[in-house]
């Protein structure tokens, strides 16, 4: 079992920025990647980006040149940091650890970007 723990999250105006947290804890060996989903109202589940542990990420277009995926070994942790956020950003966010058999999600955090 692994457990995740996301912060960061809350109300941002249109150009701000934020840093997602996600603290990954228990059976953390069997972890090859993690990654970052959000959800908008309405909208499906879509991938924003991932980091594998050999450290090759993988970022969805609409996010490229504004976010960073990054990963603290040592604290178990990936962190996405969000620059330049826009109201089509507004969702919520889940982090996820991925195994070759099970993926694990968080309870996800809210980003709520004002125009």
């Known amino acids: 079992q692994v457990q995740l723990v996301e912060s960061g999250g809350g109300l941002v105006q249109d150009g701000g920025s934020l840093r997602l947290s996600c603290a990954a804890s228990g059976s953390i060996f069997s972890i090859i990647a993690m990654g970052w989903y959000r959800q908008a109202p309405g909208k499906q589940r879509e991938l924003v980006a991932h980091?594998?542990?050999?450290?090759?990420?993988n970022y969805a277009d609409s996010v490229k040149g504004r976010f960073t995926i990054s990963r603290d070994n040592a604290e178990n942790t990936v962190y996405l940091q969000m620059n330049n956020l826009k109201a089509k950003d507004t969702a919520i966010y889940y982090c996820t650890a991925a195994r070759f058999d099970y993926d694990y999600w968080g309870q996800g955090t809210q980003v709520t970007v004002s125009t």
């Open positions: 980091i594998k542990t050999d450290g090759n990420t």
